[in-house]
């Protein structure tokens, strides 16, 4: 892992949010990292609103 990947990301870095969504489709892996770190705490907080187990969010999000 280089230093540029270990730092904070968001979908401004240097990839648009449609070229992200591009990029993530043809199976680039640092782009899906990019936007799972971008929307992971929505993601976990819509799962716990979902679902009525803790555990079942933690799943969801797996």
Wanted: charged letters at 20%; a negative charge; hydrophobic letters at 50%.
């Amino acid at each position: 892992m280089t230093a540029a990947e270990a730092g904070p990301r968001s979908l401004g870095d240097s990839i648009g949010g449609h070229l992200l969504l591009e990029r993530v489709a043809t199976g680039d892996a640092l782009a899906f990292s990019t936007l799972y770190d971008a929307f992971t705490a929505e993601t976990y907080a819509i799962c716990w609103f979902k679902f009525v187990m803790p555990s079942s969010a933690d799943k969801a999000m797996l």
